[in-house]
């Protein structure tokens, strides 16, 4: 079955599977956010294939969020170390692990639990608004056509009610934004 590509939709979200979304990339993600560098350990650590897992590999250094580095000559041996791009994808792991702690785990409990060096406490992640703070519910949401947003989808989805205007919700536009995105919805 061909894979329908994601990478140039307009939404954060479609971009992010296209990259992320089959189930090995996170799981690599996962590997080297723990510590896991060199080709044979991804491999022990995951019980992937070799074609599969330089694949993976390849892609994330591709996208810029994983470096190759050399650290052995003769023969020439490299490892993979998370860019900050790569290391900005840990609250993304975080907020999987809290999510499949609450719902996906047995009576046994959670099968790693994450300890905040800084305080010394064990933690989960929490989603909250970067502003007050004030964790992320859905029922606290709404959509806002952004600035990246093209003119013809955002007049969709304001039309069908998906998303508001920043005006309708009384926010200022933002730089660069379109006009049919500022405007008042219809």
């Known amino acids: 079955m061909k894979r329908t590509p994601f990478g140039a939709w307009p939404c954060s979200i479609a971009r992010a599977v296209d990259l992320l979304g089959d189930w090995w990339t996170p799981l690599v993600l996962r590997e080297a956010v ?17 074609n599969v897992l330089a694949q993976r590999l390849n892609r994330l250094v ?12 003769r023969p020439l041996r490299h490892e993979y170390v998370l860019t900050t791009k790569g290391r900005d994808f840990f609250p993304v792991l975080a907020a999987i692990i809290a999510w499949g702690d609450t719902w996906l785990s047995d009576d046994s409990g959670a099968p790693v639990v994450l300890r905040h060096r800084t305080c010394g406490h064990e933690t989960q992640a929490v989603v909250a608004c970067a502003e007050c703070g004030d964790a992320l519910r859905i029922e606290d949401m709404e959509a ?3 600035p990246g947003l093209p003119t013809d989808i955002a007049d969709l989805a304001v039309a069908s009610g998906r998303f508001r205007t920043r005006a309708a919700a009384g926010v200022p536009a933002a730089e660069g934004e379109p006009a049919a995105a500022a405007a008042d919805s219809p």
């Open 34 to 50: 723990f510590g896991v560098r060199r080709f044979e350990e991804f491999q022990r650590h995951l019980g992937i294939g070799r």
């Open 144 to 146: 806002l056509a952004g």
């Open 62 to 73: 591709d996208e810029g969020l994983m470096d190759r580095v050399p650290y052995q000559d």
